[in-house]
């Protein structure tokens, strides 16, 4: 304690805890990355990217629907209801207990929110994988969240973009977690069926299960940059092979040169990337279903039927064959 705080009225140290307090009042956010204090307001009008280093520190589902859906306004679609504890889980507290406590944290139901608005007046449904839910982890609940952002894609006939952050499977469940990339599979399948776009963004950290199924079946790949994205941690993969791995190893720019990640997108232009995508996918708006009056249809491809002539020497070749 220096000399300043010793003589600091109690009444203004009070004031000052209070204003640095709370996400709400919070005055100084300290940057994980390079440690430089930056103003929260400050923080917020760059989307929590870091002004000194570029580091895209994690933000919620609402801060991310109010910077890509137009003016800020979309709906939210709810989850369906799964099963709170199908394995009756319990480590070194109760499973449903676990669920309550971060349902109160994150003000959410699961890992995942859905909601639904216009990019660029295109509608679009976006799912957003929460990694302050249990670390994204995919369970029953987030499976069912997946199928209904897929369901409401289709009967809406609007693309799907999911922002994906994940530790994997929820071990919590079991089995039941991993039956969930199958199912995750089906509901890109459906959506892709219907002749809509689905857009994976890649967020810091994509991994496991998650990485296994829906985020690496996009009709196109974004990162944020600095993502860590794989199966396995570089960690195990190192201690496995009994190799040091390369410099940026299953980071979003090293993945993007080797192929794997189309392109990597920072924050603040992420909705010019994506609604220039969205609007290409969507013919400017038309459904991806139905043929615009300006565009002429591709011919049908069929095999014309031979005249009489042609079949009767196909017919005397293969006699003669036959002799």
Same mark, same amino acid.
């Given at each position: ?13 009070? =004031? ?12 100084? +956010? ?75 944290? $994150? ?26 839910? #249990? ?24 693309? &799907? ?5 994940? %530790? ?9 977690? &991993? #039956?969930?990339?199958?199912? +995750?599979? *089906?509901?890109?399948? =459906?959506?892709?069926?219907? %002749?809509?776009?689905? *857009? ?24 944020? !940059? ?33 192929? /794997?990640?189309? /392109? ?5 232009? /992420? ?6 995508? &969205?609007?290409?996918? =969507? ?7 139905? $043929? !615009?009056?300006?565009? $002429? ?27």
């Amino acid at each position: 304690m220096n000399w300043l705080s010793n003589i600091t009225p109690p009444g203004i140290k009070k =004031m000052l805890r209070q204003l640095d307090d709370g996400n709400d009042n919070k005055l100084w +956010t300290k940057c994980p990355n390079c440690g430089e204090m930056v103003f929260h307001k400050d923080l917020e009008a760059s989307q929590h990217v870091c002004p000194a280093c570029n580091h895209h520190m994690a933000i919620g589902a609402a801060e991310r629907f109010e910077a890509l859906f137009d003016d800020g306004m979309w709906d939210k679609i709810e989850l369906p209801d799964v099963v709170a504890d199908p394995l009756k889980f319990r480590d070194e507290k109760k499973y449903t207990d676990r669920l309550k406590e971060y349902r109160r944290k $994150t003000g959410e139901k699961d890992a995942l929110t859905i909601g639904a608005g216009k990019v660029d007046g295109v509608n679009t449904i976006i799912a957003v994988q929460n990694f302050a839910f #249990m670390g994204g982890s995919m369970g029953m609940g987030l499976g069912e969240g997946i199928l209904k952002a897929a369901q409401e894609a289709v009967s809406r006939k609007a693309p &799907l973009v999911i922002f994906t952050a994940s %530790g994997g499977a929820r071990m919590q469940e079991g089995i039941l977690s &991993l #039956m969930q990339m199958p199912r +995750t599979t *089906i509901a890109v399948q =459906m959506v892709k069926e219907a %002749g809509l776009p689905y *857009i994976v963004v890649l967020t810091h950290p994509t991994t496991g299960g998650v990485t296994a199924s829906y985020a690496m079946l996009g009709d196109v790949h974004l990162a944020e !940059p600095g993502a860590l994205i794989g199966f396995a941690g570089p960690r195990v993969i190192e201690q496995t092979i009994r190799e040091k791995l390369p410099e940026g190893f299953q980071r979003a720019e090293y993945l993007n040169e080797k192929g /794997m990640v189309d /392109m990597v997108v920072p924050r603040p232009e /992420m909705k010019k990337t994506l609604s220039g995508l &969205l609007r290409v996918f =969507m013919r400017h708006g038309v459904k991806a279903a139905e $043929t !615009p009056d300006n565009v $002429t249809p591709l011919p049908v491809m069929t095999t014309p039927k031979p005249d009489d002539a042609e079949e009767a020497s196909n017919k005397d070749a293969l006699d003669k064959a036959a002799e």
